[in-house]
């Protein structure tokens, strides 16, 4: 059996990063709403991408936005969520094991909570979200 290193730099996260969309772009559930939005600017996303977890899991600031935003206008609810937290799960327990694969795991389900929520809010009220 294979030991798991934990996630120490940046080329870690953009194997998580791309490991995990490739995943998400062939998923029967996930795969048409992430092509139908990000459709030819895969390249773009993924960078994105390496910047947020990178900020995220090692505390350098090299991503700079508002995460929510984007996904305002979703068309998705709890069972999306719940996928997009199973496959992220999945792929960190498949590549890596340590305190920051548990801190990925933990911080993309506190996302997909928030992320949920706040899109039910937005549904349900003529407030938009701010930029």
Not at 1 to 13: A, F, G, P, R, Y
Not at 98 to 112: D, I, L, N, S, V
Request: aromatic share 16%; proline share 4%; charged share 25%.
């Amino acid at each position: 059996m294979q030991t798991l290193n934990d996630l120490q730099n940046i080329e870690d996260v953009k194997l998580l990063v791309d490991t995990f969309y490739d995943t998400i772009r062939k998923d029967d559930l996930l795969a048409d709403i992430f092509n139908k939005v990000i459709q030819d600017r895969w390249p773009q996303h993924l960078e994105k991408m390496y910047r947020f977890w990178q900020t995220v899991l090692f505390d350098e600031h090299t991503y700079f936005g508002s995460p929510f935003v984007p996904h305002a206008t979703l068309p998705v609810d709890k069972e999306h969520f719940d996928r997009w937290v199973f496959l992220f799960n999945t792929t960190v327990d498949n590549l890596f094991a340590g305190t920051r694969a548990e801190r990925a795991k933990w911080q993309g389900e506190r996302m997909a909570t928030m992320f949920l929520y706040k899109i039910n809010y937005y549904r349900d009220n003529t407030a938009s979200p701010l930029l």
